[in-house]
């Protein structure tokens, strides 16, 4: 099993950043991918941006320029930091692990945008 614990959410005005972390427990392997997912009220959950354990990144296009995504295989945990803020970012932050065929999700953090 693992265990993913997010952090850093919070409400932020536009233009404004917030940095969000991801600390992974339990049964971690050195081959995985890491990454956060969103999901507004009354819309699908989508991939924001996801990391492998090599380096690899992939980004969601409405979020290219503006996100950054990285991780401490260290310490089993993944950030995304978050600038440039707006309004259609509010959303409820998942940290998700893939590794295997097993996927584990955290509770989810929330970000709120003000306009």
């Known amino acids: 099993q693992v265990q993913l614990v997010e952090s850093g959410g919070g409400l932020v005005q536009t233009g404004e950043s917030l940095r969000l972390s991801c600390a992974a427990s339990?049964?971690?392997?050195?081959?995985?991918?890491m990454g956060w997912y969103r999901q507004a009220p009354g819309k699908q959950r989508e991939l924001v941006a996801r990391?492998?354990?090599?380096?690899?990144?992939n980004y969601a296009d409405s979020v290219k320029g503006r996100f950054t995504i990285s991780r401490d295989n260290a310490r089993n945990t993944v950030y995304l930091q978050m600038n440039s803020l707006k309004p259609e970012d509010t959303a409820v932050y998942y940290c998700?692990?893939?590794?295997?065929?097993?996927?584990?999700w955290g509770e989810g953090t929330l970000v709120t945008v003000s306009s």
């Open positions: 998700n692990m893939q590794q295997y065929a097993m996927n584990y």
């Open positions: 339990g049964n971690i392997l050195s081959r995985n991918a």
């Open positions: 990391i492998t354990n090599s380096g690899g990144i």
